[in-house]
């Protein structure tokens, strides 16, 4: 038999909402996607909340727990203190459908802006063998899961709406270091785009995005300081770029 504790859970949609408080059982070694699960089953039946794996492997749980954004399934109750109210409120930078889910499109849209891996024409199926040290450089952006606790924690399009047109966002600069990163990937220069349709000088390096990263990827130090440090190195090197491409095939 578990304690009793207490949650604060918005509910609503669209037009509006609110907060709305509750005890609920809380057990050894329990995350708070549990908590939420047994409120469904218990007192809120029609409860709203993304999930699927439960595992902090598909990235759909994102929410944001006391003001944190976070994967409901990988924050442990253990982290809180005894008596601590937690308290779960949906992602604030994108539109609520309804209590803790939320419409991420724009990511989805953000995606579709970014151009795909494309290798030079010819090249087909078993005709190029990576390098492992290749393979290795980008392995780090690869564990992304998707969960978009970054774009929802970067001020340049939480507090400004206005910035998501241009502004594509830490996860989408990640795929664009991965990309710049991959010896085949030579239709596009991904520095050169990442600053003229990504946006990518709205980012001031203020480190949120990795700081709440569930995969721990150095976001801005791996990709978005040599990314930036690179478009300014070209500036007066535009061989650079397309040297480095075709002698490390
Ligand atoms: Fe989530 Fe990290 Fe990927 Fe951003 S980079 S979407 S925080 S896993
Ligand atoms: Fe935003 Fe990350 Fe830059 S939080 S401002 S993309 S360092
Ligand atoms: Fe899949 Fe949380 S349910 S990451």
Avoid at 124 to 133: H, L, N, T, W
Wanted: hydrophobic letters at 30%; proline letters at 6%; a neutral charge.
């Amino acid at each position: 038999m578990g304690t009793k504790r207490h949650f604060r859970v918005w509910r609503g949609d669209s037009s509006g909402g609110e907060i709305q408080d509750f005890d609920v059982e809380v057990n050894e070694g329990e995350v708070v996607l549990d908590i939420i699960h047994r409120l469904q089953a218990t007192q809120t039946p029609d409860l709203a909340c993304r999930w699927n794996c439960k595992a902090g492997k598909c990235g759909s749980c994102s929410m944001e727990i006391n003001g944190m954004p976070r994967l409901g399934c990988m924050t442990r109750m253990s982290t809180f203190e005894e008596n601590e109210t937690v308290t779960i409120t949906p992602l604030r930078t994108f539109p609520v459908i309804r209590d803790l889910v939320t419409d991420v499109s724009y990511n989805y849209e953000k995606a579709r802006e970014t151009p795909a891996f494309a290798p030079p024409p010819g090249v087909k199926p078993g005709d190029y063998r990576m390098q492992q040290v290749d393979v290795e450089r980008s392995q780090e952006f690869r564990k992304c899961i998707e969960c978009y606790l970054c774009q929802n924690t970067c001020h340049v399009i939480r507090d400004h709406e206005d910035n998501k047109n241009a502004f594509s966002g830490p996860r989408f600069f990640i795929r664009a270091a991965e990309l710049d990163m991959h010896p085949l990937d030579a239709k596009t220069d991904r520095k050169e785009y990442a600053k003229e349709h990504q946006g990518l000088g709205y980012c001031n390096i203020t480190k949120c995005c990795t700081e709440v990263c569930p995969e721990h990827i150095k976001i801005t130090d791996n990709a978005i300081i040599p990314m930036k440090e690179r478009v300014v190195d070209r500036r007066y090197d535009p061989l650079v770029w397309l040297g480095r491409k075709i002698f490390r095939r």
